[in-house]
């Protein structure tokens, strides 16, 4: 559990490098640090557990047991609190990303990353693509389009016109 909890832990510290423009707060990795954390003390608690069986340590197996038990308690407290303020974590990561989409020019850093993340979750726009009508790069080209990145892969000779949406 410990090896397949540190594995998870590195997969999210790692993919928030390609997010990081999205998730500007810090804070963001906190969930992933703790992850690795939790790990680390669950293989120092498995390793307990096992010394405490080998030597049929009724101490050990007891202190083994009350460690176990508020792992559980912090893991169902865990699940709460990110239930309760799964919300506010969708509001500032949306208010972020249509701060990102506002920069948009089409060259700079943000312009990659937003091609990236939609290219990769085959979206376009943080709701939708009616998203893009609202953001200035829009209003300067003049074009009536929203970028190559919201094109569905399948759709052929797609050149981002709000005219075929079906292939957005």
């Known amino acids: ?12 510290i790692n993919t928030y490098k390609s997010y ?7 804070y963001a990795l906190l969930p992933a640090v703790i992850i690795v954390c939790v790990a680390v003390v669950m293989f120092a608690i498995g390793l307990i557990g096992c010394c405490a069986t080998f030597r049929e340590s ?20 865990a699940f ?7 919300e506010k974590v969708k509001t500032d990561v949306q208010g972020t990303m249509r701060s990102v989409f506002e920069k948009y020019d089409g060259k700079n ?6 091609n990236y ?4 979750l085959h979206c376009c726009g943080v709701k939708n ?15 009536n389009s929203v970028p190559l ?8 000779n797609c050149t981002g016109h709000l005219d075929h949406p079906q292939d957005l």
Do not use: H, M, P
């Open 109 to 114: 850093s943000e312009s990659i990353v937003v």
């Open 80 to 86: 709460v609190l990110g239930f309760v303020y799964r």
């Open 149 to 156: 990145s919201c094109c569905q892969q399948e759709a052929k």
């Open 20 to 26: 990081d423009n999205f998730l500007q707060d810090k």
């Open 1 to 12: 559990a410990a090896a397949g909890l540190s594995y998870v832990g590195a997969y999210v």
């Open 117 to 120: 993340l939609q290219e990769q």
């Open 129 to 143: 693509y009616s998203d893009w009508t609202t953001t200035q790069w829009f209003n300067s080209t003049g074009n």
């Open 58 to 77: 009724r101490v050990g197996l007891g202190l083994f047991l009350a460690i176990i038990l508020v792992i559980f308690i912090a893991e169902v407290s």
